[in-house]
């Protein structure tokens, strides 16, 4: 028995020495800054997650005292588990959210903030709006207008149109009611809408019963560059390329550069950046380390990206 | 001799019923493009259906095909753009890489068959499993985004997709010889025999000295080498490969497998309920795109209840049948 408890002692004495020495060679970190993102599922996300690695190798080597912990979550319930080992394990400072969905993160995310992390929401809002501390967003309903707007000018305030829509979900919505409020009064017709999911193969399948069903189309507003890809091949397919053009969403290189190349068919490419994620870690950063004030909200406008422009947002080494 | 079985036209009855559907919602239906359309379309699910038959006929399971296609598509892509550097006829590329894909299809079939036999897994958790493997593998090697194909390979390939024989799209072809194929494997080999006693019942196919695990293996062999062909067609559509291809694919294939009237637990299949089957789920769709009628949420609703429906006619003929 007493052999017993002299051997545990000594083990105790072992545990505790070999963390001390753990411990001192670990850096000591100043700061640490968590950063959770959907994982890459479909080509914008898969940008995100490439800008978001880019940005942390940059700064983490550009700041030595600064340690990144990037997790990526294939749905809500797993994002939410995260940011508890995000709190617990890493004991971050700040945090940099794009969540999953607004309303299932909303109180996650009020739990980090009460512990007394700065918190960055990227792109989609908390349904309570008080707990971020700094909002990095695109303007989804912005780039429905500018869609609208150019397609408005391009027809002469008249024609007939098709959308393929994403997904049933707040963004969908905001582009898709942005858009409508910028055709109300034209004579432009909607002759259906559908959703395509974002990704190319439904894009496919959905143009080409479009162009079953509809003798003509002046303009197509895909939304999403994942979209536009299968629509521009299904109108190849269907030959009718000269009839109608179309107006995707994102900034996805391929689309650039035809844009580049002047394509008629893919005239023009409104800007939705996954490099937002960029902006958010860079900022937050810098209100780590500088305690600079950052504060409020920072809108990133959503530009037409046009033949003449399409250089600057061409990037041929993202995977987006 | 033609015995006309009233539970084996079940599913044609649904697909009448369902093509009556689309002719009644919108004209433009019937227009020869869009027939073509939703033949080529239905092709890809249809040929997987066609390999999921084998695998369910044995009593077994596969959740892995869709990943499986969008791993073997990314690999397809990555080795034509690489061998572009090297062989100038884009044609050799081509076929070398049409091998490279069966090669795959039947390795992945013959890894998902040993871990079902001799490791003796189920085969809901191994499939699950290799499902995981596959999608992140792809997503892995698309960096999260979007593998593409060469466009000067493209330009070639895609005839293969869109390009047609006597007005009949190429993939509709394959899809039917294919079909027709595994038609005579099933019900007029011995292969087939064993492949319904094995999943009948597998003691009694082994007592009766059937190499079970050797039959199961081969169910998923044929399983693989459909995923790969079905990829073979996929590729020059769009001519890329992400994370996001063939999603859902497995649960489409199992769903046009027990439309078509093969049993789910087994020892009993039917290659051309089957092709009814995939038909039927590719028409829902053109259907629901070609009106108005449905609000888009509402979609999912109506695939639902059209696919529960043609199960309930095909079961109400089984009924009729049997008294």
Request: a negative charge.
């Amino acid at each position: 028995m007493e052999h017993r408890v002299k051997l545990s002692a000594r083990l105790e004495q072992i545990f505790v020495f070999g963390f001390l020495v753990w411990a001192l060679q670990m850096p000591s970190f100043a700061q640490t800054l968590g950063v959770s993102v959907p994982a890459a599922t479909h080509g914008w996300t898969g940008g995100l997650n490439f800008h978001a690695e880019e940005t942390k190798d940059r700064l983490e080597n550009q700041y030595p005292e600064l340690k990144i912990v990037l997790v990526t979550a294939s749905n809500a319930s797993e994002q939410a588990n995260d940011l508890e080992d995000l709190l617990t394990i890493h004991q971050i400072d700040a945090l940099v959210i794009l969540p999953f969905e607004s309303a299932a993160l909303t109180g996650p995310v009020r739990n980090v903030e009460r512990s007394g992390v700065f918190v960055t929401v990227v792109d989609r809002g908390l349904t309570d709006p008080s707990i971020h501390d700094f909002y990095v967003a695109g303007n989804n309903s912005e780039m429905g207008r500018v869609s609208a707007n150019y397609i408005k000018s391009r027809l002469d305030q008249d024609g007939k149109i098709v959308i393929l829509r994403g997904m049933p979900t707040v963004i969908d919505e905001q582009r898709f009611d942005g858009f409508m409020s910028s055709i109300v009064d034209t004579g432009i017709e909607v002759l259906d809408s559908q959703y395509a999911n974002w990704n190319r193969d439904d894009g496919f399948t959905v143009m080409q019963d479009f162009l079953s069903r509809f003798p003509k189309i002046d303009a197509v507003w895909a939304q999403d560059d994942d979209i536009a890809i299968g629509v521009i091949q299904a109108i190849r397919q269907a030959r009718r390329q000269d009839e109608m053009f179309v107006v995707g969403g994102g900034g996805m290189k391929d689309i650039i550069q035809r844009v580049k190349r002047g394509d008629k068919l893919t005239p023009v490419d409104v800007l939705y950046p996954p490099a937002m994620i960029s902006t958010a870690m860079e900022l937050t950063t810098i209100k780590l380390l500088a305690d600079a004030p950052i504060e409020g909200e920072y809108i990133l406008s959503s530009p037409l990206i046009t033949e003449q422009n399409a250089d600057d947002y061409y990037f041929p080494d993202s995977p987006f | 001799m033609l015995i006309l079985n009233l539970k084996s036209t079940g599913p044609f009855i649904a697909l009448c019923l369902v093509f009556l559907l689309g002719v009644f919602v919108n004209e433009a239906f019937l227009s020869s493009g869009n027939l073509a359309n939703i033949l080529a379309r239905s092709s890809f699910i249809g040929i997987v259906a066609v390999g999921a038959t084998f695998v369910i006929t044995a009593g077994g399971i596969d959740l892995s095909v869709g990943s499986m296609a969008a791993f073997i598509s990314g690999c397809m892509i990555l080795l034509m753009n690489a061998l572009h550097q090297s062989i100038n006829s884009i044609s050799i590329i081509i076929c070398i890489a049409v091998f490279a894909s069966i090669a795959m299809g039947l390795l992945a079939g013959l890894i998902n068959g040993l871990l079902t036999t001799k490791a003796r897994i189920e085969a809901f958790i191994v499939t699950l499993g290799t499902m995981g493997i596959y999608r992140s593998l792809v997503t892995f090697m698309a960096d999260g985004g979007t593998l593409s194909l060469s466009f000067t390979i493209n330009d070639v390939y895609s005839s293969v997709y869109y390009g047609d024989f006597l007005g009949i799209p190429y993939p509709v072809w394959v899809f039917f010889s294919l079909a027709g194929l595994a038609f005579v494997l099933m019900n007029k080999t011995i292969f087939g025999r064993h492949l319904f006693a094995v999943g009948s019942s597998e003691k009694v196919a082994l007592y009766s000295a059937i190499d079970t695990e050797k039959i199961k293996i081969f169910a998923f062999m044929i399983q693989g080498f459909c995923v790969s062909i079905a990829t073979i067609i996929y590729v020059p559509r769009l001519g890329s490969a992400s994370g996001q291809t063939g999603v859902l694919w497995e649960l489409e294939a199992i769903a046009a497998v027990i439309i078509g009237g093969t049993a789910l637990k087994g020892g009993y299949g039917r290659v051309w309920g089957t092709v009814a089957g995939a038909l039927i789920l590719t028409l829902i769709g053109n259907i629901l795109n070609l009106t108005d009628m449905v609000s888009n949420y509402l979609n999912g609703a109506v695939q639902g209840l059209i696919v529960i429906a043609a199960v309930v006619i095909q079961q109400r003929n089984g009924v009729q049948a049997k008294s």
